[in-house]
């Protein structure tokens, strides 16, 4: 292990929530401008070219430590199948935009800090008292107010969004796994290259031509995704999965603002309700434990 990959040592909560927040920036203005676009444009298209202007990213990043050097990963098997999930949850991500307003998806989406913290006791051993699986629990009574089983029509197209969260969560869980052995160019070599690759195979096949207007937006996509996934890789490698979640919770505020801008959509009060039990319940688990940490 490289003293540049090991997490031990490393962990820096301010630094982690700076790079949090500012992914959480960069996902919601992409969100926004996905959603504006999904009405016109294949979804794999616009997959490929996000994922084609990463691996320039990438290569920027890493350039002068090489790309090959950089690409040199302690556990290439676990990188490649981080990668592909990051492909797949995008996707169901994206899909969800085209049937749901941006703050009702990232409503459900936000459950995706609590299915780490689960996650992250099951697989990382990261420790977790009865506050933490808590605010799990609360985190789920949010997502039935937002859904409202047996008291409203049940849409199929509300569980994207969950299925969205658990890809999440668990890719959020899958970073933190490499970064005990990987370095952060790594892993976004990594990130940029097998998801291009993925979606290689589906993006040519389905290309509508952009007008100027169109590349602009997809270039802007794609920008603002590899600005956002390096943030959260710098993140979980500069603090625990668990401790920087709380901030993750921005993305809501972010992308309910944007949305009511943008489209006019404005929450439900149900949605609203929901989403206050989600983040009302992280946000209780963080303070409880900054206090008992002290």
Not at 24 to 38: C, E, H, N, Q, R
Not at 153 to 159: A, K, S
Request: net charge positive; charged share 15%.
């Amino acid at each position: 292990m490289t003293p540049q990959a090991g997490v031990p040592g490393r962990n820096n909560n301010s630094r982690g929530a700076i790079f949090t927040m500012l992914a959480m920036l960069g996902f919601a203005s992409m969100d926004t401008i996905t959603k504006w676009m999904v009405a016109d444009y294949p979804i794999g298209q616009m997959m490929w070219v996000r994922y084609a202007i990463f691996c320039l990213f990438a290569w920027f990043v890493v350039r002068r430590r090489g790309l090959r050097a950089a690409a040199r990963s302690n556990r290439p098997w676990l990188q490649f199948g981080r990668a592909l999930l990051a492909v797949i949850e995008s996707a169901v991500f994206v899909l969800a935009f085209r049937y749901l307003p941006l703050a009702d998806t990232h409503a459900i989406a936000a459950t995706s800090p609590l299915i780490v913290i689960a996650l992250g006791v099951l697989f990382l051993g990261e420790k977790a008292g009865p506050a933490r699986w808590a605010a799990v629990a609360a985190g789920f009574v949010g997502v039935l107010l937002i859904v409202r089983p047996g008291f409203r029509e049940l849409d199929w197209t509300l569980l994207i969004p969950v299925a969205g969260a658990i890809l999440w969560g668990a890719y959020q869980i899958l970073i933190r796994l490499c970064a005990r052995t990987d370095t952060p160019d790594t892993t976004l070599v990594w990130s940029a290259f097998v998801a291009f690759g993925a979606t290689t195979l589906v993006g040519p096949w389905q290309w509508r031509w952009p007008d100027a207007t169109g590349w602009a937006l997809l270039v802007a996509i794609a920008s603002l995704g590899a600005l956002a996934h390096y943030a959260l890789i710098k993140a979980l490698d500069h603090a625990e999965a668990g401790s920087v979640q709380p901030y993750s919770y921005t993305l809501l505020v972010f992308v309910t603002i944007l949305g009511a801008i943008v489209f006019g959509d404005v929450p439900n009060h149900w949605t609203l309700a929901g989403a206050a039990v989600i983040v009302a319940s992280g946000l209780y688990t963080w303070h409880h434990e900054r206090r008992a940490s002290r």
